[in-house]
């Protein structure tokens, strides 16, 4: 077997409901593109057979493991997990397919937010499907069928159990915490973001899995998901971007280096560099808009869709007429440097 292009590797510890089945995994220190003897001791350990899997471990195995890996973190992940009575778990994706199983899932997920892939570099056909719907409490996750047993049971001892959210997707920083970024509040950025170091994401802001922000970004906004912003730029308070799951369809939106989309503001089509939208203005593909030149004078209107990925562009509505208007912009934003050394 050809070990040489193996997409990824983890060995990882999570929950499971009463029917044996997988809510979450966490995985520690996956190994992403590892090199083919790696890979071919890890999976000869298992007696892996090819495609990708996800396989329960024992404490056997985990010994076995243990024994071949070369790499230290990995290591000290499997050491620690060798007494375990948590579920553990190793995926092997031998390349980057549709997902088949919640393990899978999981591992992706983590590839995304600990930055070894960015938004759209990965396949992630079959990730809802493959997803549970889980009760997020303070004693981790629960299947939500069993959850009033659990609450029960918690009363009786004379404790309570805190839900935090009923959803297919975590916390990002409950699995992965980036280095150099602030979150003002966890539960607004889902794992499988992407957050680049300098990334401030504040209390308003809301980053979707397989979405994310190059950095430095100061993020107030929404960022969909399939949308990557790239550096410098910032999102203003309630504004928002079009994702493909939230009526974007096929298109891939993206914003480029330093622009500005003010609050309130969102838009619908990919933007270049230096582009900035005015507070409360939100561009669709279909919005009309009058293209002016650098003297003010009407040179043609488009449908915005048009203009999608240019650079320098204003668009501002016309306080007189109501008309949008796309101006050249003649000063792009520049984020606060100490603000986004996050150190």
């Known amino acids: 077997m050809d070990y040489s292009n193996f997409y990824a590797i983890a060995v990882g510890v999570g929950t499971k409901n009463s029917a044996d089945a997988w809510l979450e995994v966490f995985y520690p220190a996956p190994l992403f593109k590892p090199n083919a003897e790696e890979a071919k001791a890890l999976a000869e ?18 010994a076995s493991l243990a024994d071949v890996t070369m790499d230290e973190r990995q290591l000290e992940v499997l050491n620690l997990l060798a007494d375990s009575k948590r579920p553990r778990v190793m995926t ?61 049971e918690a009363r009786l001892a004379g404790e309570s159990l805190e839900v935090t959210g009923v959803d297919k997707f975590p916390h990002m920083l409950n699995y992965v915490v980036p280095s150099g970024v602030r979150v003002a509040y ?7 973001a992407y957050l680049g170091e300098g990334t401030t994401v504040m209390h308003e802001g809301f980053i979707n899995f397989n979405a994310g922000a190059i950095g ?3 993020v107030e906004g ?38 500005l989309i003010g609050a309130n503001a969102g838009t619908g089509i990919p933007l270049g560099d230096r582009c900035t939208i005015e507070a409360g203005l939100y561009i669709t ?26 650079s320098d562009m204003l668009f501002i509505r016309n306080s007189e007429s109501g008309q949008v208007e796309c101006r050249t912009n003649t000063k792009a934003i520049q984020l606060n440097e100490k603000l986004h050394a996050h150190n």
């Open 186 to 192: 966890s539960s607004r950025v889902r794992l499988g």
């Open 45 to 62: 350990a298992l007696g892996y057979e090819g495609g990708n899997v996800a396989i329960d471990l024992t404490d056997a195995t985990v």
């Open 285 to 310: 593909a279909s919005t009309r808009v009058q293209v002016l030149d650098e003297n003010r004078q009407l040179v043609k209107t488009v449908k915005a869709r048009e203009l999608a990925g240019q």
């Open 216 to 218: 430095p970004n100061m």
């Open 92 to 152: 092997l994706l031998a390349s980057d397919a549709p997902i088949t199983s919640t393990p899978e899932a999981y591992l992706k997920l983590h590839l995304l937010s600990l930055r070894h892939v960015r938004p759209n570099e990965q396949n992630l056909d079959n990730i809802f499907a493959a997803l549970p719907n889980v009760v997020w409490t303070n004693r981790g996750a629960i299947d939500p069928s069993e959850i009033v047993d659990r609450q029960l």
């Open 222 to 259: 929404r960022i969909s998901q399939g949308v990557i912003v790239d550096s410098g730029s910032d999102l203003g308070g309630a504004s928002s971007t079009m994702g493909t799951l939230s009526g974007g369809g096929e298109i891939v939106l993206s914003v480029g280096k330093d622009c």
